[in-house]
């Protein structure tokens, strides 16, 4: 189920993703698959609305990702929106730098999602462990997220939460983007959207003072991220959330001086305040990215095609699940379903 064939045209494949997602977005996908066809090894993730667990697929023996959600967090989070398009979009949606979707089910209870093993390293946890990355290894990573999101703004979906923690980087060393919680298909042709979501210091101003947005978020995520993975910490912080917003807002941020010149021209296009003039958002869109001087010794089509040497390999994590190389530290799977199908109403089109 991996994405390992060669990209030749990127312009073409564009096109025929974009047919394929147009005819098959939020259309009902049935799976014929429940919990007991799954061997839960052990829990390697936890979060506010879900919990996730390393499994065995039992019938074809297959190492996934089983995400668990409670209906019941969902619903009291008013997060069942965010849920519904997270699973229309993974159903359909297949590129090399993000996860992939197998199987969806649910239950009274709960909904599971199960997703392809991604093994390696959390894109947040490498950069703690180096504090910062130098510029060439950032244009690595930053133009692999580059590329994701022209794959995503063309079939017109607005990814909305940029930041490492969504990312992880694999035992090939490329990234996979892998939390779509917030993604979203918006049409800028006839709508905007305004939810205020996202890690607060990704927010792009147009969110924080509801004025409508659209891709134009995720421009201003990138160059948060860019300036972040350079720098040690993103550009905007502050000790509580109304002072960040105010910054935000403002556009107050200091320019490292040890950024070179191209690095600090690139950030300051993405982090304009007024829309129109952000880089990304011009008649060529993000080719206007693509094309700026930071990523001048880029080669796109090695990247997309993964044939560029990554700066670095992560640890071969997950090879043999027999072996105690996760380490658990979460409390064992206590999965406890209901009998009353309380929550079908709300999830009767997932």
């Known amino acids: 189920m991996s994405f390992d064939r060669q990209i030749k045209d990127f312009q073409e494949f564009l096109v025929k993703e974009k047919r394929y997602f147009d005819e098959n977005f939020g259309k009902p996908v049935q799976y014929n698959i429940r919990i007991d066809d799954f061997e839960i090894l052990k829990t390697v993730g936890k979060g506010t609305f879900s919990k996730v667990v390393l499994a065995k697929i039992i019938f074809n023996h297959e190492l996934c990702a ?3 959600c409670p209906k019941k967090t969902i619903v009291k989070y008013r997060q069942v929106e965010h849920t519904r398009n997270e699973k229309h979009i993974l159903e ?6 993000v996860i992939r979707l197998l199987y969806f089910f649910q239950d009274n209870s709960y909904l599971y999602y199960a997703l392809t093993l991604v093994k390696g390293i959390e894109f947040n946890n490498r950069l703690n462990q180096l504090k910062k990355f130098s510029e060439e290894d950032a244009t690595f990573y ?14 017109n979906l607005v990814y909305r939460n940029i930041r490492p923690e969504s990312l992880v980087i694999a035992n090939s060393g490329y990234l996979k983007l892998i939390d779509f919680k917030f993604c979203k298909h918006v049409d800028e042709r006839k709508e905007r959207t305004y939810t205020i979501c996202g890690g607060p210091e ?5 969110i924080i003072l509801s004025r409508g947005y659209g891709r134009s978020c995720d421009y201003w995520s ?5 300036y972040e993975i350079c720098f040690g910490c993103p550009p905007f912080t502050a000790k509580d959330h109304v002072k960040l917003y105010e910054k935000i807002i403002a556009g107050k941020y200091k320019m490292p001086s040890t950024f ?3 690095l600090s021209s690139l950030v300051h296009k993405l982090l304009q305040i007024e829309v129109s003039k952000r880089i990304g958002n011009y008649k060529s869109g993000l080719n206007d990215v693509k094309s700026h001087g930071w990523f001048s010794a880029i080669d796109w089509d090695m990247i997309l095609n993964r044939r ?5 390999l992560p640890h071969k994590y997950y090879d043999d699940p027999s072996r105690d190389n996760v380490s658990d530290v979460y409390s064992p799977l206590d999965l406890q379903t209901i009998q009353n199908d309380i929550y079908a109403e709300e999830f009767y089109d997932f």
């Open 260 to 262: 070179s010149k191209d």
């Open 142 to 155: 930053s133009a692999q997220i580059v590329l994701t999101l022209e794959y995503l703004h063309y079939l």
């Open 308 to 312: 560029a040497p990554p700066p670095y």
């Open 92 to 97: 359909v949606i297949k590129f090399p730098f």
């Open 66 to 68: 089983l995400k668990i």
């Open 222 to 226: 990138l160059g948060v991220i860019i």
């Open 202 to 206: 990704y927010l792009a101003p147009e």
